[in-house]
């Protein structure tokens, strides 16, 4: 029997009030080296390369694991006749096997459909510095600070990786976030990791960009303070939204989808579907909606909607500091169950000079009330009109088939393809198609010129909208079978990527107890 001096090669060492006790101090915030040294497992790693004789634990892990693909199944032979088999017998469907990289395609589906209902929250006022092994990494890093998302950020990508990171701040404070590539093994990985803690401030955040895909790296990571390990991006999209995870609000509970509406030029109906297409996302689709008029000095969004409320959105521009959930909530008239709005004065009692920050610090805020949030901008040019436009998630220009329209419709598309290049490209509507004696472009020229297909093409057809205008109701309220009812449904389908809930059958007990 073993004497309790001899090595126990099975004895890990395990107490339960170590185990389960405070975590000791974090190695990313200045802690004495001291206390690095008894409490951390991985202190007697050398700075560069292991020792002779002495084997590396993370020496043997994998390398990145390619996609996976299904292997094709095996060619059976030629069975032997047999009688026909009934109609009503099960016949087995033998796998399709999927081409490389369709696995990670697939998953990437699925995000994206996770993330339809959600909108993208756009990258606080930090600095970020980035090293980077591969020039590669260093062309992703830059494609992402030049998105909408990050634009107030501040970055700078730079060749060398991490041990570059380690020797630049040696004499220099870091930045709000340290984004590092390295492509050594894990010990040497995890050896400079350690010397970049010692040189950096409280409150930066480190994130790794590596190639390794394996748990127990990324646990030893986590466990040394790093904020996130990245493996291989495939594009900016992957950084942007690493990055802005790490100051997500953890109070809001999500970031509204902000679809923002305009139109060609004035009179094509870009108000009046904003507004229809914000009632359908409602009472249609069932996902709680904001309505927003912007058009300060011209909106209709409480005329078509048959309110007048004490406050709108022009309280909310005028002080956006003190706009919270509450304030919020008093200033927003509920429009029905789902549907709440922002209604604009609509008066020329003053000269509506608000800054272009406040449109973007309460359209922000907006987008924490509802899933969905609908803006009616008006037709005019301004910062605040351009920098609203390119931080929605989606956006719907509106235009008649004629020559002013186009014109109008490209500079639009061409700007914002030009400012988003990593979002979908807008989405084209064409309203009052067939004028009686106007001559018109085709609609198939219209979409070619604009490199776009549109989404919707609504005939002209102005007695529903007529009618509904004037009573302050929506189209589908007064012509529920009309062709624009049925085609604002279908963009609020396409948008929300939603159907709508299936209609409940009333029971024959229903039916018996119902008043007379």
């Excluded at 931080?391 to 914002?416: E, F, G, Q």
């Excluded at 106007?438 to 102005?462: N, Y």
Aim: aromatic share 6%; proline share 11%; with cysteine.
């Amino acid at each position: 029997m073993a004497g309790p001096s001899d090595h126990d090669p099975f004895d890990l060492g395990f107490e339960a009030d170590d185990d389960f006790a405070a975590p000791g101090a974090d190695p990313w915030r200045a802690a004495p080296a001291a206390a690095l040294k008894t409490d951390d497992p991985f202190a007697d790693f050398p700075p560069v390369r292991p020792r002779e004789g002495v084997s590396a634990p993370f020496a043997e892990l994998p390398p990145a694991a390619p996609p996976y693909t299904p292997a094709p199944p095996p060619v059976a032979a030629a069975p032997p006749a047999t009688p026909p088999a009934p109609i009503d017998a099960a016949v087995p469907v033998e796998p399709a096997a999927y081409p490389v990289g369709a696995t990670q395609a697939i998953v990437q589906e699925v995000i994206a459909a996770a993330d339809a209902d959600m909108g993208e929250a756009a990258v606080p006022r930090i600095t970020i510095h980035a090293f980077c092994a591969r020039p590669e990494t260093v062309a992703l890093v830059e494609a992402a600070s030049a998105d909408r998302r990050m634009a107030r950020a501040s970055t700078i990508a730079q060749p060398g990786g991490l041990e570059a990171a380690v020797a630049y701040y040696q004499n220099q404070s870091t930045p709000s976030l340290v984004l590092v590539e390295s492509l050594d093994p894990a010990p040497r990985m995890l050896a400079l990791l350690d010397g970049l803690a010692q040189v950096c401030d409280p409150g930066t955040k480190v994130v790794v960009v590596g190639q390794t895909n394996d748990i127990a790296l990324y646990r030893e990571l986590m466990r040394r303070g790093v904020s996130e390990y990245i493996t291989q991006p495939q594009g900016p999209l992957q950084i942007i939204r690493a990055v802005s995870s790490l100051y997500a609000d953890p109070s809001a509970p999500f970031v509204g989808r902000q679809i923002a509406f305009v139109g060609a030029k004035g009179g094509v109906g870009s108000s009046t579907l904003a507004h229809n297409f914000a009632w359908s996302m409602a009472e249609r689709v069932q996902a709680a909606t904001v309505m927003v008029d912007l058009d300060l000095a011209f909106g209709t969004a409480g005329l078509d909607f048959n309110q007048d409320p004490l406050q709108g959105v022009l309280d909310a521009l005028t002080q956006p500091d003190r706009l919270d959930p509450v304030l919020m909530d008093r200033m927003m008239v509920r429009c029905g169950d789902r549907l709440s709005l922002f209604a604009a004065p609509g008066t020329l009692d003053q000269d509506y000079e608000i800054p272009a920050d406040a449109f973007e610090e309460v359209t922000q805020k907006i987008r924490g009330a509802a899933p969905f949030v609908v803006l009616d901008l008006p037709h005019s040019w301004s910062a605040w009109t351009r920098r609203v436009l390119i931080a929605s998630d989606d956006l719907v220009v509106v235009a008649t088939p004629d020559l002013a329209s186009l014109r109008n419709a490209k500079n639009i598309v061409d700007l914002v393809r030009q400012a988003r290049p990593n979002d979908a490209p807008p989405r084209l509507v064409l309203n009052q198609v067939g004028v009686p004696g106007r001559p018109e472009i085709p609609v198939k020229d219209f979409g070619e010129a604009l490199g776009l297909t549109p989404s919707l093409v609504l005939p002209f057809d102005p007695k529903p909208f007529g009618m509904a205008a004037n009573n302050g109701q929506m189209v589908a309220e007064v012509a529920p079978k009309s062709k624009a009812a049925e085609g604002i449904d279908h963009l609020a389908r396409l948008i929300s990527r939603r159907e709508p809930p299936a209609a409940q059958k009333a029971s024959v007990l229903s039916s018996l107890f119902k008043k007379k």
